[in-house]
């Protein structure tokens, strides 16, 4: 399974939060120089950066600003309702893909629009080419 640093990041965190409290900076040392190493030895930055010259459509930075807009307010109140709503949960929300929200917000509506957006566009290219 292939993970973005964000979420490979995420994942430490969270088992960061599992240790316990005595054990927390050490933890969270030992993450630190997991993810310094990882990136060293696998170049991990310069292949991110070289490689994704675009966002696909199900990334909510890839939607247009209104619909981001719509998505933000609906995580912000979802988040509010579970007591998690903070900038950074808001922030990791959306960085995410569409689907990564499917347990916080009902995203059928977002994702019918991006699947006709998707169609559309490869009518067009289809036509376009012969």
Do not use: W
Request: glycine content about 4%; some cysteine.
């Amino acid at each position: 399974m292939a993970m973005t640093k964000r979420e490979l990041i995420q994942f430490m965190d969270e088992l960061v939060e599992l240790a316990s409290e005595e054990n927390k900076t050490r933890a969270i040392l030992v993450k630190e120089k997991f993810i310094s190493d990882f990136e060293k030895s696998y170049e991990y930055e310069k292949e991110v950066q070289t490689e994704v010259s675009y966002l696909p459509p199900y990334y909510i930075a890839a939607m247009p600003d209104d619909v981001q807009e719509e998505i933000k307010q609906k995580v912000i109140a979802a988040l509010t309702e579970h007591g998690e709503c903070t900038p950074e949960n808001i922030e990791n929300a959306m960085c995410s893909k569409i689907y990564d929200l499917e347990d916080l917000i009902d995203i059928r509506e977002y994702v019918e629009r991006m699947e006709e957006e998707q169609r559309k566009k490869q009518e067009q290219s289809g036509r376009g080419g012969r």
